[in-house]
């Protein structure tokens, strides 16, 4: 953690980027649009965007479209000195489907992708002393859905070394059960890191894809008896449930015309985390955020243009 107390707080966000595949209209073998997304890399830049002090760490290979998503994020302030590059390697591809109402679907081929060996490659032995100096670390249940087993206790051992130290652990659930075994290896991975968490960001529906009965009031219970003292539970469209050692504080949206839903929640949490690190309560930090996704829902895509972006105050 950062040894200045009057040092600008920073954060790593850890996870991977993919080059992204859209289609602009209903035919799969159509005219196509390709970008990049990655859901911890989508809140990095938001948080960037709001004065954070934010890395994004994974890794990419040297071909031409990993080296203009370095650019590109740099572009974004976001810190890129973790980055490793892999030679004769590339990143992972997806393609996405947007329906009606802005909900969309996603296909993957990501097998290939260095990202997943982050923390086994041998240039990158250094990577979680690196880690150990941020204030905040973020990552996704994307995130722990890449790694192996052995790679999986080597972090629940950092984590809780990370916490003891006094680090900041910050995770969203965000579960695509694809990307598990099963889904009883996923429930266990999630529980782990929620234990070590100092804020946990879930969204119901995700929740609801392990238990289709689990009610709000069973959400937030289950994540405080891991002993999680700051959670925020998105419910969509309706808001969310802001759940602290203090009070729970139900924060409600304002209705917008969602034309794609990339991105709503990686943009809430990039801005949450970033008004929490500038010291502003988790019911304002709730309302910014929610202004912020507001905004995303009403654009393509999961970055919006910077002349639409809404700032912390």
Known sequence: MNGNAKAALSC?????CMLELSSTDNNAFGLQSLKFGGDTLNTAIYMARQGINVDYVTALGDDKWSIEMLNAWQAEKVGT???LQVANRVPGLYAIQTYAGGEREFYYWRNESPARELFELKQNSQLLDKLMTFDYLYLSGITLSLYSAEVL???WEFFAEYKARGGKLVFDSNYRPRN???AVFARQCFDKIASYSAIVLPTLDDEQLFNPKLTLEQCQAHYQQLGVKELVIKLGSEGCLVCTEQEDQFVPTTPVNAIDTTSAG????GTYLAARMKNIS?????KYAHRVAGEVVQH???IIDISHQPFID
């Open 266 to 269: 990686d943009s809430f949490n």
């Open 153 to 155: 206790e080597r972090l």
């Open 282 to 286: 988790p019911e304002i930090a709730a």
């Open 81 to 83: 000195a973790l980055i």
């Open 180 to 182: 598990w075994p099963d």
């Open 12 to 16: 790593a966000s850890i996870g991977e």
């Open 300 to 302: 393509q895509g999961a």
